[in-house]
């Protein structure tokens, strides 16, 4: 690929996915043309917890020192019970974290991941970024795949040696791969920040550890906090069951979800949510906690959608996805963002390898690419609905689970995720 005409990869999507794809081909001496549908890179999103499988990648493509600063690299992930916030098991992250995977745990807010990441992109040579322009078509020919676009200055052809979809849960490009459409996975997720020096960041200092994930666990929820914006605030996630209904107000249990459309299912992180419906369905949960969610706010309600893994990931004439175009999963196992991140990494360690080792041709370099991918983002999704299982367990479930925890040492709990975020 390195003797192809410019731009040597062209990339769709601006998100984390798209732009650690461009400095990894990058990196390699490919010239990349990023295109993004949004008129402006804006800085949004939520808190997200980056594990050493993806920081050590970050590292690697010069990126994690300009996340450090915001960054805070938590002691400890603690599991909690959401109604007598008793202590259930305590995983050490920090320096024994970084000391044990060789990479630092860091739970950072979206916005300052995508502003070091086009820090970077702005100093690296070979790399054009275009916004407003929507993929709107894709062509195969014997001079290399193109994809058609509508731009401010009207329709625009582009065409490279490989096209990259990293557009999101609802690609456009996933239908040209016969990739399956995303479906609702039946749960909303709840997000807010909350400034450490305020009342509701007062409460959950008195709540939990401040410098720690911490999962609360109920079988109707579950809930997530950690600080972010180098400890100057705090992300708060819940996970209930439910849908979005018109209005941008949460469903019910029977709610249903017809997948990328559909009535009500909200594409913006920014759509408000009636905290009153999340209140409800966090009934039970111990006070201190209720007085949080209460405290705290804007909330903003996302319906997490999934893709079917199984589905293609790439055509053998120069068509492939990552991330959540590819495999849009459940954010149980923590992974979304760290399972694009190394989509990017060795999709382009398998289009340019650094010998002359491996396929020599575009179809048998993508087809090498997803058999090593499938496998272990397939595990990381079981991983996360185990995870879900647990947090949700009731009854004798719920006790098999808390004597589990509390007879597995801290040590062998870290030790069940070398897989993950080992080298």
Known sequence: MADAGPPGVIVAGAGIAGLTTALAFA????????????????????????????????????????????????????????????????????????????????????????????AAVAETPGIEIVTAAAVTDFQAGPDGPAITMTTAEGVRHERGALIVGADGVWSRLRSWCGGAESRFAGEIAWRTTIERASTAGFAFDALTSSDCVTTFLNPAFHLVAYPVRAGA?????????????????????????????????????????????????????????????KQAGPWTAWPLHTVNAASGWFRPDGLVLVGDAAHAMTPFAAQGAAMAIEDAATLADCIVPGDSSGESDLSGCLQRWERLR??????????????????????????????????????KLAADLDWLYGD
Not at 379 to 387: C, E, H, I, M, S
């Open 27 to 118: 990196s390699k001496g490919q010239r990349v043309r990023v295109f993004e549908q949004a008129a402006r890179l804006e800085e949004v999103g939520a808190g997200l917890q980056l594990s050493p499988n993806a920081t050590r990648i970050l590292s690697r493509l010069g990126v994690l020192g300009r996340i450090l600063p915001h960054a805070v690299q938590p002691a400890a992930v603690l599991l909690k019970d959401a109604v007598s916030l008793r202590l259930l098991a305590r995983i050490p992250l920090g320096e024994i974290a970084e000391d044990r995977w060789k990479a630092p745990y860091l739970v950072v807010h979206r916005a300052d991941l995508q502003r070091a990441l086009l």
């Open 374 to 411: 499938k496998p272990r983002v397939t595990k990381v999704a079981r991983r996360g609905a185990l995870n879900h299982l647990a947090w949700h367990a009731a009854g004798p479930v719920a006790l098999a689970r808390n004597f589990l925890l509390r007879h597995r040492s801290p040590q």
């Open 233 to 293: 605030a705090v992300n708060l996630v819940a996970f209930t069951k439910g849908g979005i209904a018109k209005g941008g107000k949460a469903k019910g249990d029977g709610a249903k979800g017809d997948g990328a459309k559909g009535d009500g299912t909200a594409r913006d992180w920014a759509a408000r949510a009636d905290s009153a419906e999340l209140l409800d369905h966090l009934q039970g949960a111990d006070r201190m906690l209720l007085d949080i969610v």
